[in-house]
């Protein structure tokens, strides 16, 4: 029992919502004031009145939305960069849910596009209807396979899954960049990229299905593998929370000596947790391998699986809510670029600021307003059971 009361005097939409929006409004003020410290720095003789200068973080953060949503096109980026961090924050919640902390998800989706430009290099005289299905169980197995040793050597060995998860990212970017260069590299080209894909290899795109009904449009990036993600968020919930492997996986994250006690092996949770959160990850290889950039290339993880860490603190590790943590820094990276169109004096690097104040703010401050917020519904509570005792 903490000093405020009783935890279940507290609904559960004030931890789950309120207090993520709380912390998120504060982060967006004080990437408002380093707006405002920006423009002071380069107008400070005065060229920008008064006005306009109080005006620029309202004004940045119009043009941040709209640059994320304000047409379909800049709707189509953002969901695009919103299903690899979907992914990515799956990969991080199964994981900490067993009391893990996998920081690996880079590498593992990085290894997963090997096993799905493998399958779409080479079994490209199958129907697509052969090859999709082919390509998430290549995904899926090299991502887990990669996330496999450094489980082991947790469950097994003791080797801490932070230092290893983290080693394992380097590896894994050693070794492909050994393949693109020397195996899998195009003949006749310097650049390290496989040979594109064939045609019925490829994930539709949203513009490719929209001109299945009439309505042409350029090629845009989103395309179904956000239905995926849509589905592993369900699926993930449902493991979680509705089967006996998901309770026995809980159960370890919270206690692993009343797992013991109640029969669970710890280290066959470790193992399990670890390949499905290096599944998860390697989705990540379908929507830019797949379906985006349609060949194996260095680098198309892009830092995703590290964003996948904040999307899942900012989602408390619930599937739901990591959908719109991820919604939040796909618009991020999409509104951002548009930002620093419009405003240049804002550069990319400042976007990745504003990023940094969510995580912090989402992250390391989340606990700075949560006591206070619950003790407010705590003494609230006994006031509104009388009230309802009265009416009823």
Request: overall charge positive; glycine content about 10%; proline content about 5%.
């Amino acid at each position: 029992m903490s000093a405020f009361g009783r935890p279940a005097d507290v609904p559960r939409w004030v931890s789950i919502g309120l207090i993520p929006a709380v912390n998120l409004v504060l982060a967006f003020i004080a990437a408002g004031l380093v707006v405002l410290l920006i423009y002071w720095g380069q107008y400070a003789d005065g060229t920008l009145p008064g006005a306009d200068y109080l005006y620029t973080p309202v004004r940045a953060a119009g043009l941040l939305l709209k640059g994320a949503f304000g047409t379909f096109p800049n709707w189509s980026y953002t969901l695009y960069y919103t299903t690899n961090f979907i992914f990515a924050g799956l990969a991080v919640a199964v994981a900490f849910h067993a009391g893990l902390f996998n920081i690996g998800a880079e590498g593992q989706a990085y290894i997963a596009g090997l096993g799905v430009g493998l399958v779409c290099l080479y079994l490209d005289f199958l129907p697509f209807i052969l090859v999709l299905p082919l390509a998430i169980i290549a995904a899926a197995l090299f991502g887990a396979a990669w996330a496999f040793i450094p489980a082991y050597l947790q469950a097994k060995r003791g080797s801490h899954i932070v230092i290893t998860t983290i080693m394992f990212n380097f590896i894994a970017s050693s070794l492909m960049v050994y393949l693109m260069v020397h195996v899998l590299i195009a003949p006749g080209q310097q650049s390290p990229e496989s040979r594109a894909f064939a045609a019925n290899t490829v994930l539709p795109t949203i513009s490719e299905v929209l001109s299945w009904f009439g309505i042409k449009m350029r090629r845009l990036p989103l395309n179904l593998s956000f239905l995926w993600a849509l589905a592993c968020c369900v699926f993930v919930w449902i493991f979680i929370w509705r089967t006996r492997w998901g309770y026995a996986l809980r159960t370890v994250g919270l206690n692993p000596r009343a797992a013991v006690y109640g029969g669970i092996s710890v280290a066959g949770i470790i193992l399990l947790a670890m390949c499905i959160s290096g599944a998860l990850s390697g989705f990540i290889a379908l929507n830019e391998i797949m379906g985006v950039q349609r060949r194996i290339l260095l680098n198309f993880v892009a830092g995703a699986g590290f964003v996948g860490i904040a999307v899942s603190l900012m989602g408390r590790n619930h599937p739901f809510g990591i959908i719109f943590a991820a919604l939040l820094f796909g618009a991020l990276y999409q509104g951002g670029a548009e930002l620093n169109f419009d405003m240049p004096e804002i550069t990319r690097d400042m976007v990745v600021v504003i990023q940094g104040l969510v995580i912090l703010f989402a992250g390391a401050l989340e606990n700075l307003f949560r006591p206070r917020i619950e003790a407010l519904f705590r003494r609230r509570a006994p006031a509104l059971q009388v009230a309802k005792g009265a009416s009823s």
